[in-house]
């Protein structure tokens, strides 16, 4: 009786399983991060391809690079702050911040999607960029963010950068092959939208691949 009383609780055995495998945590905590990197990436395309008229071709490659710029900055922080920082916090914490992350996130990405769909003015989507940067600072003083103090490491930063840029090249080309070759949907802004999903897909693979083998390395 007493040895079937001192069993771990589901709980602790999931618990246990992380601390064991720190890679697969690393792994979800980066798709909720991936989740937030391909809203503010979406959003910025949308208001961009919005600003200038350009729905397709070639020219998204230069429509595609303010949000590239602005995600990897974003990507970088969350990433060093949290997915690989090695930080142990309880199994009802790391959901509660994985929840958090991908609700604001899917709730933006949401938004921006119906914006895109009916056609909204640029100014819509500059609207939803402010909201969701509120809301990411918000979160940052939840997870108490604000509180580390250690500062951004150069050496680490630039191999950061290039495995992002490496990626970026795979989004670019994805973006204007699914745009331009194929139709997705005869809705221009649903066809972009749809394109920048598959884009992001492979990006994302190969980013996290680069970020765990050549900066954190942890």
Known sequence: ?????????????????????????????????????????VLVLNYMSTQFGVHKGASL??????????????????????????ENVNLLKNFFRLASVGVVGLIIYALVFVGGHNSAPAIYFLGILGVFILAQLVLWYAFGFFKQQALADKKDYLAFFAVSVTGFLINSLVLYGASTFFVLSTNSGDNLNYAKILATVGSLAWNFIGYKLFVFKK
């Open 61 to 86: 490659g230069w429509v595609n690079l303010p949000g590239f710029i602005l995600a990897v900055t974003q990507s970088y922080f969350w990433n060093k702050y949290w997915a690989f920082s090695g």
């Open 1 to 41: 009786m007493e040895a079937l009383l001192e069993q771990p609780s589901m709980q602790q055995k999931l618990s246990n399983f992380l601390e064991r495998y720190p890679v697969l945590l690393q792994l979800i905590r980066f798709g909720a991060i991936g989740i937030f990197n391909t809203t503010i990436d």
